[in-house]
């Protein structure tokens, strides 16, 4: 079988900003071995399939996507066209065995501390003549990052990977097992691609791990530095324009960490800090190194050091054990708080994880019951927050088109979505909107004149 003559790939991306990235990055190394992105699967002669593993339902869809990955590699087949297919992400590190069981027509399977191995792989895939999957989990000693070619990311905001794993061992999730232990990446690396990102015209960075305040990154002399000192560092990049870090533990919100929310004008006034449940008893059998007080205490040092800081969360419901009285404190914590954002799941058992092991486990229709009103309220407030926006101007970062002609679409500093009439030139630029709609998940707004 042949391959046409410039070879396509098509990734399909689960799950996290992490994954985001990670996928981006992949293109990156693609991109460098002469293939060309398409986004119309049928005529990738690569198709790939970066995937998340927090829930059961995010597993699931990959198989169906598999499922129909493999009518289109039949199809394809009839006239002559071979479709490699690769998952790569933390399912693989989890289910990999499952994969060759339920999927075996998939060609290789690549966890996501080695997907710099991917380029030599598809060059076996093409020359191999028997099919088998080529399976790769291992936890490398040696940093992926070190291997990947420049991230050549373009458009005004940017993702930046900057710390992976996790030590912190949540009982009911299976991070620390798929993303290993926690890595930070050294300082200047950092510095060098978020110096590369502005040149080629990011005006916002995301930093990211999964612990990402626990970043101790060294830097050129082998000292080991925090994310406050990062953030004072990026910060200094002339051009950049908004910084955020995400996702942060309650339990290392250091006061160097809060202060720079009162010293760094230019990091957003949003911080998604996830406390998982009001409870004292619930976050101790969750392993959590925290408690409500902690948690409050927190937000209330970042409400002092810029009085115009949203938070956002994550919550669980239906932890193992959870009674009504624990779920009341997960709603009074909400209360405290007033979340302007959050995101809300029902408990999903990981085999593996200490959680999914435990005898109390809670009935699907409790945690439904409990969804349904956390979510109510947190709506609520989202709601609440976003119509008090109606009348402010806020600088908005434009970047994508809207619906409409002439419509483009932007992040406001609180990461809502802004609908805005504007020219096209100021796509990928800040202007100035004031707030003129409001609803639970966007705003539109009338952009105000610099001049
Ligand atoms: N069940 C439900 N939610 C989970 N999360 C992680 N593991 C599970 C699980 N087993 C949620 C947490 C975390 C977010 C990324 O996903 O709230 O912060
Ligand atoms: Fe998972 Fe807990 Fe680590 Fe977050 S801190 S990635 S929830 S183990």
Redesign the pocket.
Known sequence: MEFSVSEKYYIKTFGCQMNVYDSSRIADMLKKEGYEETLKQNEADIVLFNTCHIREKAAEKLFSDLGRAHLIQLEREETGKKTIIGVVGCVVQAEDEQIVKRAPFVDFAVGPLMYHTIPDILRRVKKDKKHQCEIKTDFPAISKFDYLPENTAKGACSFLAIQEG?N???TY?V??YTRGAEYSRPIKEVLEEARRLVKTGTLEINLLG??VNSYHGEDENGQERDLAYLLHKIAEIDGLKRIRYT?S?PADMSDNLIACHKDIEILMPYLHL?VQSGSDRILKAMNRRHNSSDYLRAVEKLKIANPMIGMSSDFIVGFPGETDEDFQKTLDIVNEVKYIQAFSFKYSRRAGTPAAVMDNQVEEKVKKERLDILQTLLFDYQTKFNQNCIGKVMPVLLEQKGRHKGQLIGRTPYMQNLHVETKSDNMNKIINVEVVESTTNSLSGKEISNG
Do not use: A, L, S
């Open positions: 996790c912190n061992f949540c999730c991070v620390p999964q612990n996702t533990y996830p």
